[in-house]
């Protein structure tokens, strides 16, 4: 039960070492005017290898989380750590907030201080909300898993006792990526509680009944086809982490440039900034969670199946550049989807890259469920 305040402080000497490796780093061969084409080009690595090693600076970045108030605790048998940012205003609506893979709690850095304290960023105060953001176990400064079974349903499980042991009656939470698909869970164990479930990405997909996908709409089509890209073109890394997520781990955790690539390739070029890339690899880094996370989709591929649609209402918001959440897949197994927002920019890290769009779309759907 006990809840101890928390400091991120890497020590210099894992820095060093960090730098040490960096300037050794063999990069890959590649085939010539290749591109993305075989998977994340060695030009891309090589530059931010450089950035990480010559211009990044982690400091800066470690005072920006060590800004906010943060602590650890121990929730069946698991190190979990956690923002904690209160609202100045006394009225503000509880809310958890969960990152994915291979991103971590600094994917909502740009959007605490507006969900906060909105009287401060010329919002409506009475829109403020006190804010828990953790590291998933096996994630970040939540320390590497040391059991079996970390799926969603045990991270979902985790959270609620973590709003309880907080003292928070009624509760919101929002997901992102992996967040987005432990977020409904949360509703699921603890609906008495939760008053509603915020995410960018409903993760509903078809079952194989062919009149599913009867009259399906252009824009469900465009779903559709960019669903079977994204497995056929990118999902390997899926693939790999939910069936043998340790093989590829062994390598990671003993080159940074190779946790960098492999993280890199959701990241993209040009999507998001190279510091952003940086820290969050960083964090992977520093806590050696590379097989911890992977473990996650292995984990969470053996789950038990849900016992129905969710109950709690459910909001979206989608983004141009992400994943393409289908509405009547989603409505199948979400029985009180409440708001369907999409937007034409943004991509998969939205609290990153358009807070001003996000920002909003949490505050409406929160407006009457508080």
């Known amino acids: 039960m006990e809840i101890t305040p928390f400091t991120i402080a890497i020590p210099q000497a894992d820095l060093d070492d960090l730098r040490a490796r960096l300037e050794r780093t063999r990069f890959a061969q590649e085939l010539p005017g290749a591109g993305w084409d075989y998977g994340v080009p060695a030009g891309f690595v090589q530059r931010l290898v450089e950035r990480w090693r010559d211009g990044y600076d982690w400091r800066e970045w470690e005072a920006r989380l060590n800004a906010h108030p943060q602590f650890t605790t121990e929730i069946d048998g698991q190190t979990v750590h956690f923002l904690h940012v209160r609202s100045p205003e006394p009225d503000a609506f509880p809310l958890l907030l969960t990152h994915g893979w291979p991103g971590s709690i600094v994917e909502f850095l740009d959007v605490i201080g507006p969900l906060s304290d909105p009287r401060a960023h010329g919002g409506d105060p009475s829109a403020a909300f006190h804010l828990v953001v953790p590291s998933v176990p096996g994630f970040g400064f939540s320390g590497p898993t040391t059991d079996r079974g970390w799926d969603r349903h045990r991270i979902a499980r985790a959270w609620a006792e973590l709003m309880r042991r907080l003292g928070y009656e009624r509760y919101g939470l929002h997901?992102?990526?992996?967040?987005?698909?432990?977020?409904?869970?949360?509703?699921?164990v603890d609906p008495e509680h939760v008053a509603g479930v915020h995410v960018t990405q409903v993760f509903s997909f078809p079952s194989g009944d062919p009149a599913e996908l009867a009259g399906l709409s252009e824009e469900e089509q465009a779903g559709l086809r960019r669903l079977q890209w994204f497995w056929e073109e990118v999902g390997a890394f899926n693939q790999l982490q939910a069936s043998q997520p340790q093989t590829l781990a062994h390598a990671l955790a003993d080159s940074p440039a190779g946790q960098l690539a492999w993280n890199a390739q959701l990241f993209g070029e040009g999507q998001v900034s190279d510091d952003f890339i940086l820290t969050n690899v960083s964090i992977y880094w520093f806590t050696n969670t590379a097989a911890s996370s992977a473990r996650f989709y292995y984990e969470d591929k053996r789950a038990a199946a849900p016992g129905g649609p969710t109950t709690v209402p459910l909001g979206l918001a989608g983004f141009k550049d992400d994943f393409i959440s289908m509405r009547r897949f989603a409505e199948r197994d979400h029985a009180r989807i409440?708001?369907?927002?999409?937007?034409?920019?943004?991509?998969?890290?939205?609290?990153?890259q358009v807070p001003d769009l996000l920002v909003p779309d949490l505050r409406e759907f929160f407006r009457g469920l508080r």
């Open 175 to 188: 997901g992102n990526d992996g967040g987005s698909i432990i977020s409904p869970e949360v509703g699921r």
């Open 338 to 352: 409440v708001q369907w927002n999409t937007y034409d920019r943004g991509g998969h890290y939205s609290a990153h």
